[in-house]
T-cell receptor, first 113, second 110 residues
Framework: ETGVTQTPRHLVMGMTNKKSLKCEQH?????MYWYKQSAKKPLELMFV???????ENNSVPSRFSPECPNSSHLFLHLHTLQPEDSALYLC????????????FGPGTRLTVT | GNSVTQMEGPVTLSEEAFLTINCTYT??????LFWYVQYPGEGLQLLLK?????DKGSNKGFEATYRKETTSFHLEKGSVQVSDSAVYFC?????????FGKGNQVVVIP
């Protein structure tokens, strides 16, 4: 399998649930990202990991908790979410963090009920 | 800070029509500019880029010219196809960070 994969593709969860989103990249990249895509809003960068260390956290609420166990995998752990957290969550990877080209996964469509 | 503004609302047009999607930016220094495309059910893909003023990026019949004097990077295609239906995002890279616009849904009708 090539590129950036994300699972699950769709997720419905209640506000008291705990779930995790998974991202895997097969490109040999050393940087990974989480973005939030909401309707009628610009793409929002949430977290950046470079060489498995978090290098950026853009004021994301603590109910979102990222984890990067190695350079190929990235998780986003979710707990006590709010309905306004419903969105498409996109994972991306790149070689280094200064280049323009990020490869995106297909996203996880999250609905919080 | 750096930001990108795209025209409001979806764009619906007939096959073989001319497509323009406006993009303007605000940035310090000399950013690089990009257009990304997101096809249904997929992630974003880089469509084209321009790294300095007056550069023209092109790919798959799409073009955009980096206009520093008007801080714009409008996307154009002379004759769209149904397969061009997607969401298009304008983006810039400045200070080693990518900033995206809101995106425009393009629907091409046969």
């Amino acid at each position: 399998e090539t590129g950036v994969t994300q699972t699950p593709r769709h997720l419905v969860m209640g506000m008291t649930n705990k779930k995790s989103l998974k991202c895997e990249q097969h490109l040999g990249h050393n940087a990974m990202y989480w973005y939030k895509q909401s309707a009628k809003k610009p793409l929002e960068l949430m977290f950046v990991y470079s060489l498995e260390e978090r290098v950026e956290n853009n004021s994301v609420p603590s109910r979102f908790s990222p984890e990067c166990p190695n350079s190929s995998h990235l998780f986003l752990h979710l707990h006590t979410l709010q309905p306004e957290d419903s969105a498409l969550y996109l994972c991306a990877s790149s070689q280094g963090t200064s280049g323009p080209l990020q490869y995106f996964g297909p996203g996880t469509r999250l609905t919080v009920t | 800070g750096n930001s990108v503004t795209q025209m409001e609302g979806p764009v619906t047009l007939s096959e073989e029509a001319f497509l323009t999607i406006n993009c303007t930016y605000t940035a310090t220094g000399y950013p690089s500019l990009f257009w990304y495309v997101q096809y249904p059910g997929e992630g974003l893909q880089l469509l084209l880029k321009a790294t300095k003023a007056d550069d023209k990026g092109s790919n798959k019949g799409f073009e955009a010219t980096y206009r520093k004097e008007t801080t714009s990077f409008h996307l154009e295609k002379g004759s769209v196809q149904v397969s061009d239906s997607a969401v298009y995002f304008c983006a810039l890279r400045g200070n080693n960070r990518l900033a995206f616009g809101k995106g425009n849904q393009v629907v091409v009708i046969p």
